[in-house]
């Protein structure tokens, strides 16, 4: 793909109950498009990432319509993770019919009962009578993956102390205090086998990149090489400890960057709980206790729907500084049934 | 980058109800049919694009569930989400898709079982809570306001709105899909029918339906093989007003949406006099007096020309520019399939394939329209001729 990122904006991530999503989107895009060189009357079109129940606002984009840059231009909306929404933007611009546009994902997760809105994604037929909800499907996966044997809570507990180290030294990331795996342990039982500490702490945020096409890559281009996703089967029609989807995704963008895990300097892979990672970074090809996200990841605190843009404005980032590959990665959907991978790098292919 | 085409397109009978099937076994009804109209087969698809408002009927990320109804499990699968435009925003990413090189052949798919929910509940919100919600809650009251406002600016007389209706419902009764068929349905009808905000009727509105939509897009080489006469995207626009309806009071007279759209697409395709060089139009009319602005709007006739546009005949179905030959929104409004229907409708019509609705035997161009949001306007037209 000849699509490279212009410009960057991330905001903190932290419970921001009292902002609308126009205020704390807005800040973010003006620091995208200063980021990217250009104003708001250079951009062409626009992708916006939200999902209605977590803004508690049918087509949630109209709330911050004229802030993303909306009004007389091309703006649509993709409700899912963020990468999506990058495929999408990239997409429009390699079609050849827009150049600079602009791709935004926010989202409040702090102002909604976690409960009820995640448990509006199951069927709504028999299985949301029951009850559950994201937390209790994230740990009848965790339960299934450590009876595989093998990996454990207690490397899950590694993985997430490392990670709370790292979001520590990320000023946009929420956590600011590090933990060890032996707090991890000790932190209550959410829903066994998962713990507190095991899990992403709730925020809201946004996240922006500008695109654009290859003739107008400024002098610090980082180029969107490929990017993939691959949905599987409802939670309950498969196996929940199968990566298949993360495998589909990581073939699909990997043959369109000529690029793999391997290549890469950066790894930045979502993972809501910690043991996802431990089940996601061998699907890629890595060690599970491959020393990954740079940033912190999800673990240090990032919003659903954010999270997967974030992840590739994080690696983006980091190829500015001096990395030369870097992966993308985020999961979606119950006990992660879609998937999706970008591979970013300082070289067109 | 390859030019991309509609070749197959698959519709369930509307209905007020649907209390025989599921949601996944009503959407795979249409999407059955769109498969079988394309002549392939799930294996064949190369990515999914779906579209439709979860809040309606109280779901959320619904596309994971749904994700087998359609056969995307081992394939890219997007979800869009943008109100009543939500069916033109998921064609449209389809044709981004195909037309970047990334897929070559997408189903696009969406629905809407209103019976299930409480769509009227979930509009109420896209209002700003503090501002909007108290006072034009829902899309009645929006339209209401929308409609007073252009009728005072146009002088369209509730009479030239209410041959919109009839027209519309007459044309459904052509339309084997359609919700709303009432062959019988008068000008008196339509006035004497409820109020439900001034000016708009019972029978001005547009129904509460359910049912889906399917549409198969294939590229350059792929779609000459699936179709003998394919529906190619000649061109594509989208553009948003702005949220407040009191920065744009003349938000039905002077269109800003669709006049942006307007622009980009009739400068695309060098269209300078719309009546005779379109075929056929499929826009999407939420409620009468919205059909005959948009009409104005898209220079089918003078600005304020819309009530003679009505009066002269013209967009019948044996008029020179038949405009909703399908019965359109008034007929049926499953709403998160809605504008996929205008593209589905306006493919068909050029492929030939829309039965005893076909307007013709040779549809060159056709234009489909999405609108929704808050007077945000996407729109597509589609040729029988391979763009060059």
Known sequence: ??????????????????????????????????????????????????????????????????????YLRSESKVAGDGLLALMYGAARVASGEYDLTLVIAHCLESIGNPHAVTNGSFDPYVQRQLGIDSTVAAALQASAFYARGGLGPDDAAEVSARASAKAVANPRAFRSKAHTAADVAASPVVCGPLRELDGTPITDGAVALVLAGPNRTGDRPVWLRGIGTTTDTFWTDRDLTSVDALRGADARASKLAGLTAADCDVVESASRWAHEQLMHLPALGLD???????????????????????RAAEAALLIREGATNALAHAPSGIANQQHAVAYLSKERR | MPEVAIVGTGQTKHAPKRPDVNIPEMLREAVDRALSDAGVTFAEIDAVCFGNMDLFEGLAQNEHWLASTFGAEGKPLVKFNTGGTVGTSTAMGAYYFAKAGLYERVLVCGFQKQAEGNSQGAITTVGDPIWERPMMAGAIGNHAVMASTYAADSGITEEQAAKVAVKARRNACLNSNAHLQLPDITVEDVLASKTLAYPIRMLDMCPTSNGACAVVMAVDGVAQKLAA??????????????TFQGDSPKRMSEMRSLIQVRKKLYDKMGITDPVKQFDVAEIYEPQTYAELAMCENLLFCPPGGGGAFIDSGIPYMDGELPVNPSGGVLSTNPIGATALIRVAEAAMQVMGRAGDHQVKPDVRMALATGYGGNAWTDAMILTSERPS
């Open chain 1, 288 to 310: 599970p206790h491959a020393d990954v996200n740079p940033s912190g990841g999800q673990l240090g605190g990032c919003p659903v729907t954010v999270v997967g843009l974030a």
């Open chain 2, 229 to 242: 006469r394919p529906a190619w995207v000649a061109a594509v626009a989208g553009a948003h007003d702005q």
């Open chain 1, 1 to 70: 793909m000849d699509v490279a990122i212009l410009g960057i904006a991330m905001s903190d991530f932290a419970p921001r109950p009292e902002l609308p999503p126009s205020e704390v989107v807005y800040p973010v895009v003006k620091a995208a498009l200063a980021d990217a060189g250009i104003s708001m009357d250079d951009l062409e079109s626009i992708v916006s990432c939200s999902q209605d129940i977590y803004d508690g606002r049918t087509i949630s984009s109209m709330g911050v319509n004229e802030v993303i840059g909306g």
